[in-house]
């Protein structure tokens, strides 16, 4: 998408057409481009959003614009599926803005959660399509990702989602490596995701960050999945369910 997540947001209080409102916007931004859609996505303020709903805390509502704020209030089912159809990088951005007018001109919160709900309206089944398709890749992510430590000690795993989830996935492995170092790298749009102790897990570009190693503890995972396979249970068609053949390239055991 050639439009962050806060400025979409924003346009949820404009009137007329959403084509219209979306042209205007790109030609006063200057961002129509595709080459400018993957720097509008590591904005922090848009990071932020995605972070929001996957902390423990949980949203801060206070620091959304004011009509992502209204919106969140009416139906945070319906704001969590604007947030992840963004994450899909598909370009539905009208029918987002459509989605999300129509549900924060709900007379009443059970209207809105109503609104939201309804897959016979075109553009909600789009968006809600589409933030479903995010929301199955991140729990992938968290079951797919193969660490290993890097020269430095760093607990490196590589990836290239279909999706932008690397945001969503800060959360899930600090709890789960505590104060040891980690980093995620999203190999298709040349980012990281990464933390260390005493910091909290932040998006930066790769730049050679990546210090390789890893050959013998892939090969340890290998020899582990070798040991505990029983082949007289393969079943291919469910592990091609599970783990569909494009992340077979990040899976050692593959």
């Keep these: 998408m050639s439009l962050g997540l806060t400025e979409l947001l924003s346009l949820l209080d404009s009137g007329g057409n959403p084509d219209c409102t979306l042209k205007e916007h790109e030609d006063l931004f200057g961002f129509s481009d595709e080459t400018h859609a993957l720097q509008r996505q590591v904005v922090q303020a848009d990071i932020d959003i995605i972070t929001g709903l996957y902390s423990s805390p949980g949203m801060e509502v206070s620091t959304l614009p004011d009509s992502a704020r209204r919106f969140y209030e009416l139906s945070v089912n319906a704001f969590d599926a604007f947030v992840h159809a963004w994450m899909s990088e598909q370009p539905i951005e009208t029918e987002m803005l459509v989605f999300g007018r129509r549900v924060i001109a709900a007379a009443d919160r059970r209207a ?17 399509t589409a933030a479903s398709r995010v929301q199955h890749e991140i729990h992938r992510m968290l079951g797919l990702l193969r660490f290993f430590p890097d020269e430095k000690g760093v607990y490196i795993a590589r990836c290239g989602p279909d999706h932008f989830v690397l945001p969503a996935l800060g959360e899930h492995f600090t709890v789960r490596f505590g104060e040891t170092a980690w980093a995620v790298f999203d190999e298709k749009r040349g980012l990281c995701l990464r933390r260390f102790p005493g ?54 055991e593959m």
């Design 112 to 128: 809105a959660e109503k609104t939201a709900a309804d897959r016979g309206e075109p553009d909600t089944l789009t968006v809600l």
């Design 199 to 252: 910091g909290r897990a932040k998006i930066h570009a790769q730049n050679g960050f990546f210090s390789g190693g890893g050959d013998e503890w892939e090969d340890l995972w290998r020899h582990y999945h070798k040991t505990i396979n029983n082949e007289e249970r393969n079943n291919p068609d469910l592990q091609r369910r599970l783990m569909p053949k494009r992340y077979w390239k990040y899976l050692p």
